[in-house]
């Protein structure tokens, strides 16, 4: 079946019974696959909806995965009466996905907003900043216990250390021998990458409900007022650390470049978004932060860009079977750029701390 009669399947099982007019492909995300699906309406406008195709190699409980979705943005709501949610549609059966053999779609509605890769507007970071402060700070009296882990130990660092070993022992697409300086590096740095993992499991830091997946583009924008709208993309909402939200959202948007970029020699941390993003994320969190946990902010944006270095390395080796892939070598650049990225974090280490420092005394 082609895309357009599946598509139109999908929503007509989500009740959306207007006249179908097409889809486009949204890239959004290196995981689901996304597509904008218009429709015209009795009277004329058209409307839109956003049906996405879940990753089930990567989400291999997807029930659970919505289920952890309901239940946050419920609580969300609750507290936040009249504010935009995200919002799944139902099928006649009251399910929010239709699971048609390895295939697993959800539809929501498509909120017109901008999105930024990078950001170069300081305003917009520290919006983005707040947004996701206010989203841990939203959740800071949700139930863990009621949360479905998507993805076992995704943040776990010494976990993915152990699958880059296991991948390049299995070298099953042959690719090993040529990126014999990425693993050195990676190795190199291992303990030191390692380190949140190792507090979290001594006990040294507080689980809360963490986002998980910071990139500034899961931030949709007002097109105007340039303000944070709401926090999507909410698959990997588990229990977590303050440095994984932190340190995943500094990776993605402090970096001069996209996370792709092959001119490595622009790779590197800008330490104005940094502190714009730091500004932004501490005014909503430093009351609740603990002194272990402020201590970690800098450190934070290292490991989760090393333990992002690793992931991508270990699909490149393994035949590029998780991440969404644009070239052959598309998994291999982002490695570069990630480790490039890293290298650039640990000189300025001493200095991100200290805008955490300082960040946290302002927002007191
Ligand atoms: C994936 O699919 P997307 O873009 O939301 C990945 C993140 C990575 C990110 C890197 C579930 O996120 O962990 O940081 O790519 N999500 C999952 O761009 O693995
Ligand atoms: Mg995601």
């Excluded at 996405?52 to 997807?62: K, L």
């Amino acid at each position: 079946m082609d895309l357009n009669q599946k598509l139109l399947e999908v929503c007509r099982l989500f009740r959306i019974d207007y006249q179908y007019l097409g889809y486009e492909t949204i890239q959004m995300g290196n995981v689901n696959r996304t597509y904008k699906v218009n429709f015209l309406l009795p009277e004329g406008n058209p409307k839109s909806f956003l049906v996405q195709n879940v990753n089930t190699y990567a989400f291999r409980n997807p029930v659970g995965l919505m289920e952890n979705i309901d239940k946050v943005t419920e609580h969300i709501r609750q507290k936040k009466p009249g504010q935009l949610a995200l919002h799944f549609h139902h099928t006649e059966d009251r399910k929010t996905y239709v699971a048609d053999g390895a295939n697993f779609w959800r539809m929501t509605n498509y909120v017109p907003s901008v999105t930024y890769n990078t950001a170069s507007d300081l305003a917009v970071v520290r919006n983005a900043g707040m947004a996701f402060g206010e989203f841990q700070m939203d959740l800071a009296d949700f139930d863990i216990g009621e949360l479905t882990e998507t993805i076992p130990g995704f943040h776990n660092t010494r976990q993915r250390y152990q699958k880059l070993l296991d991948s390049i022992r299995e070298d099953r697409a042959g690719r090993a021998s040529q990126v014999r300086e990425e693993i050195d590096y990676l190795l190199s740095v291992q303990d030191l990458a390692c380190r949140l993992t190792d507090m979290q499991m001594a006990g040294e830091l507080p689980l809360r409900v963490t986002h998980n997946d910071t990139k500034i583009n899961n931030v949709l924008f007002h097109p105007e007022t340039k303000e944070a709208m709401i926090v999507i993309d909410l698959d990997t909402v588990m229990p977590g650390l303050m440095g994984h939200d932190f340190g995943d959202a500094i990776r993605f948007a402090a970096n001069y470049v996209e996370e792709d970029c092959p001119e490595y020699d622009k790779v590197g941390v800008n330490l104005d978004v940094f502190r714009a993003f730091a500004e932004g994320f501490l005014s909503k969190t430093a009351l609740t932060m603990t002194e272990a946990e402020a201590g970690t902010l800098a450190l934070s944006c290292f490991v989760l860009t090393a333990e992002l270095a690793t992931r991508f390395l270990a699909d490149y080796l393994d035949g590029d079977l998780y991440f969404k892939i644009n070239s052959p070598d598309h998994n291999l650049v982002r490695t570069r750029c990630q480790i490039a990225l890293a290298r650039d974090m640990l000189r300025k280490m001493d200095q991100m701390d200290q805008i955490v420092r300082d960040c946290m005394e302002a927002a007191k």
